[in-house]
């Protein structure tokens, strides 16, 4: 039939941007057509939900924020997601357009696949697939349809969360089974809840397709088939295709296996025993793999009978259906339409069939009832990302709570569960991860400027307490203030502990004995002390100090009084020993005259005065790097003890 008579988007332009140009497929839940952005001029393949999803305002929700984290995918073998929107009663997508087949047209076409060609194309799927769940998504829906092999042989996989989109709206309850029915994992089936171990299963359905050319279940009904992926274990490839190596059967076999927590954990743990399994491989095994003549066993032939597909109801057991589980409980016969059922049977049949059925419905209920609650891990310890994934895999919707202080659990690490560990809920059930903030940490107070007492008390208030006390010469800070804090304010400190406190010792009175009165009022008064001088009689040279008080090194205010005593000379004049005469025979002394280094560089100044033959005597008084003394000086001789002061 011709889609441009029968279907209104055609030709229309779409959200005001895509001009619809063809239909290219049709499934259960969405139409995807061929269409061009005329904003950026490029063809692109738009797929439109169909009308009974887009009127669920939760679907489409939840459906936009699928779209938006399978847009932030990056991977080569996803398709990747341009843009979403909705133009009236239409929520679609905008698409890479990729040119080529669905795997779904190329096994109609070609039928099973050699072994080797067939792992090519899932080893692609599972690197998509892993890229997905270390991202923390589900695909759902993996089937050849959503898988597309580009004309250049690029292995896409398409239709990332809409599956999960549908599951979150109100167009299912508890108890519905969301998906493709020959794909579904008995989880599914059973509870509705898929993980990623879900996607690995219907991987390893799919690989056994492309071996095989055809499912490993077939069936009158989807809830047929479905009865038998909870109760049947997959045959291995190689009992309907002899000739298969038996490391792919193994490798299908663990992909399908019925309990999930024997499957991998992840399409990324798949891939890497499909790539182990692919470079095992002889060239012989990559060929078609046909039975010799008369080989076939009649165990493969009734399989192989048994899978034989009915390709009337192939196209419709291979869209995503929507389906509740409760026809579950019933066998899969009991199903078919009244018009198939043959003669009627004995009465002793009837009861025998009935017995039989009964068992059957029992067996059911009470698996069902086993696999549709599951324990709550112990993930206590545990990093909070770590635990999330292991809970997710566990089938359990996770929620990060908010933290709490703990002294023993690391920040970051699980501290406990809401419900605690061990407890039994209903598999797909909230899972709250309260993570350990660590211990609890105060910001250290500002308490700069006050006076030790009261830096105490304000320590203590917050709860922490007082270390060691240190003090400094300050000349800005108060003697009895605190300078700084060890740690510094605003540096959270563990609760009760301690912070180091460094306390003004305001200025340190300088030593300036030995230095000339001159140079030291001259100092003093610089550095905003009161300077009172008392003179007295002293074997030393007139104008030299010979004492202080405050001594030299005293913690002193700023504007503190510093009385000098300065020498007046000896009783009888002062003389230096080469001004005394000179006894016979002997020659006066060499005079220098002694450099005046005042303001000059410390280590300058040394040099100087070496160089000019005396000894030299370096006197710290603030620290500066600048001399401010310097005692004696005129002339004198050659090797005389110089004093300088900084």
Same mark, same amino acid.
Do not use: C, W
């Given at each position: 039939m011709d889609t441009t008579l029968t279907d209104p988007l055609i030709g229309r332009l779409l959200d005001g941007r895509y001009r619809v140009e063809s239909r290219i497929a049709r499934g259960g839940m969405a139409s995807v057509y061929l269409a061009l952005d005329v904003r950026l001029e490029r063809t692109v393949a738009v797929k439109v939900?169909?009308?009974? %999803?887009?009127?669920?305002? =939760?679907?489409?929700?939840?459906?936009?924020?699928?779209?938006?984290?399978?847009?932030?995918?990056?991977?080569?073998?996803?398709v990747q997601v341009f843009d979403q929107g909705t133009d009236g009663t239409h929520v679609y997508l905008s698409m890479e357009y990729i040119p080529g087949r669905s795997l779904r047209e190329v096994l109609r076409a070609r039928g099973r696949l050699p072994v080797r060609e067939a792992l090519e194309i899932v080893i692609p799927v599972l690197a998509a697939l892993g890229a997905a769940h270390q991202a923390g998504l589900i695909h759902r829906d993996i089937k050849p349809e959503n898988v597309l092999i580009a004309d250049d042989g690029r292995v896409k996989v398409v239709d990332f969360g809409l599956a999960r989109a549908i599951h979150g709206g109100h167009l299912t309850r508890t108890g519905t089974m969301i998906g493709t029915i020959g794909y579904m994992s008995p989880e599914q089936? &059973?509870?509705?809840?898929?993980?990623? *171990?879900? /996607?690995?299963?219907?991987?390893?359905?799919? %690989?056994?397709? %492309?071996?095989?050319? $055809? =499912?490993?279940?077939a069936g009158e009904t989807a809830m047929s088939i479905a009865y038998r992926h909870v109760h049947e274990n997959v045959?291995?490839?190689?009992?309907?295709?002899?000739?298969?190596?038996?490391?792919?059967?193994?490798?299908?076999?663990?992909?399908?296996?019925? /309990?999930?927590?024997?499957?991998p954990r992840d399409a990324t743990a798949m891939l890497v025993a499909a790539v182990e399994v692919h470079r095992g491989l002889t060239q012989g095994g990559a060929a078609h793999p046909t039975p010799p003549p008369g080989s076939v066993t009649a165990t493969a032939v009734h399989q192989a009978e /048994?899978?034989?597909?009915?390709? @009337? $109801?192939?196209?419709?057991?291979? @869209? &995503?259906?929507? =389906?509740?589980?409760?026809? #579950? #409980?019933?066998?899969?016969? &009991?199903?078919?339409? $009244?018009? *198939? $059922?043959?003669?009627?049977?004995?009465i002793w049949f009837i009861g025998a069939l009935t017995l039989l059925m009964l068992a059957g419905i029992a067996f059911s209920a009470w698996w069902f009832s086993q696999g549709r609650y599951v324990k709550v891990p112990?993930? *206590?310890?545990?990093?909070?990302?770590?635990? *999330?994934?292991?809970?997710?895999?566990?089938?359990? @919707?996770?929620k990060i709570g908010e933290p709490r202080f703990d002294d023993k659990i690391e920040k970051d690490r699980v501290l406990d569960t809401e419900p605690g560990a061990g407890a039994e809920v209903v598999r797909g059930s909230l899972l709250t991860l309260i993570p350990s903030g660590g211990p609890e940490t105060i910001p250290v107070p500002k308490v700069v400027n006050l006076s030790e007492a009261d830096a105490r008390a304000k320590i203590a208030e917050v709860g922490l307490t007082v270390g060691r006390v240190s003090k400094l010469p300050s000349e800005t800070v108060p003697r009895g203030q605190v300078i700084r804090t060890n740690p510094e304010v605003g540096t959270r400190v563990r609760k009760g502990g301690k912070v180091n406190l460094v306390i003004s010792a305001g200025l340190l009175m300088p030593n300036v004995t030995d230095m000339t009165r @001159?140079?030291?009022?001259?100092?003093?008064?610089?550095?905003?002390?009161?300077? =009172?001088?008392?003179?007295?009689? /002293?074997?030393?040279p007139p104008g030299t100090v010979i004492a202080q008080h405050p001594a030299g090194g005293a913690e002193v205010d700023a504007g503190?009084?510093?009385?000098?005593?300065?020498?007046k000379g000896p009783e009888h004049g002062w003389r230096w020993p080469w001004e005394i005469e000179v006894a016979p025979g002997e020659q006066p002394p060499n005079l220098v005259q002694v450099p005046d280094v005042r303001y000059k560089n410390v280590r300058d100044a040394v040099h100087e005065l070496r160089a000019a033959g005396f000894k030299v005597h370096v006197r710290k008084l603030f620290g500066t790097d600048r001399v401010v003394a310097v005692n004696p000086g005129g002339q004198q001789p050659p090797g005389t003890k110089i004093t300088i002061w900084h």
């Open positions: 939900m169909h009308p009974s %999803l887009a009127e669920d305002p =939760q679907f489409v929700q939840r459906f936009i924020g699928e779209a938006k984290s399978v847009a932030r995918l990056s991977h080569p073998n996803i089936v &059973t509870t509705g809840t898929a993980d990623a *171990r879900s /996607d690995v299963y219907a991987v390893g359905i799919m %690989l056994f397709e %492309l071996l095989t050319g $055809r =499912q490993p279940y045959p291995a490839p190689s009992s309907v295709v002899p000739g298969i190596p038996a490391s792919v059967d193994a490798l299908v076999r663990s992909a399908t296996d019925r /309990d999930p927590d024997r499957r /048994d899978l034989d597909p009915v390709p @009337e $109801r192939e196209e419709r057991l291979a @869209e &995503t259906m929507i =389906q509740p589980q409760v026809e #579950l #409980l019933t066998s899969p016969g &009991t199903a078919e339409p $009244r018009a *198939r $059922r043959g003669p009627r049977p004995a112990d993930l *206590r310890g545990q990093n909070i990302v770590v635990a *999330r994934q292991i809970a997710q895999r566990a089938g359990f @919707e996770v @001159e140079q030291a009022e001259q100092f003093l008064r610089e550095k905003g002390f009161n300077v =009172q001088v008392v003179e007295v009689t /002293d074997d030393t503190a009084t510093v009385n000098l005593t300065v020498s």
